[in-house]
């Protein structure tokens, strides 16, 4: 079993900066495809990124390209949300989750292990 732990979340300005980060334990992390979705109040969960398990291919939402980029440490189970030029509406929770394969996809129903959530505050 995946246990995943996020961090890193706050408030920020409008056109500022953040960096989450989600630790991992159990399983072999470098296995797993990783991923980070999130859910603005009101709003299903969506997308944000992923990347895959050696971490040579990363894919976005159109809305957080050129923004937000995804990395992973797998000799410290971690995986990164770098997040610029943040806006209002990237105010959400935001979640990490693994999926059984190195293989990312965008979708939710792909992932079986998620962190507790982070909340990210952007403020115009």
């Known amino acids: 079993q995946v246990q995943l732990v996020e961090s890193g979340g706050g408030w920020v300005q409008a056109g500022g900066s953040l960096r989450l980060s989600c630790a991992a334990s159990g399983g072999t992390f470098k296995t797993y495809a990783m991923a980070w979705f999130r859910q603005a109040p009101g709003k299903e969960r969506e997308f944000a990124a992923a990347?895959?398990?050696?971490?040579?291919?990363?894919y976005y939402a159109d809305s957080v390209k050129g923004r937000f980029t995804i990395s992973r440490d797998n000799a410290k189970n971690t995986v990164y949300l770098q997040m610029n030029s943040l806006k209002p509406e990237d105010t959400a929770v935001y979640y990490c989750a693994s999926r059984p394969s190195s293989i990312p996809t965008m979708a939710e129903l792909h992932y079986d292990y998620w962190g507790q959530g982070t909340q990210v505050t952007v403020s115009s």
């Open positions: 990347i895959r398990g050696s971490g040579g291919y990363t």
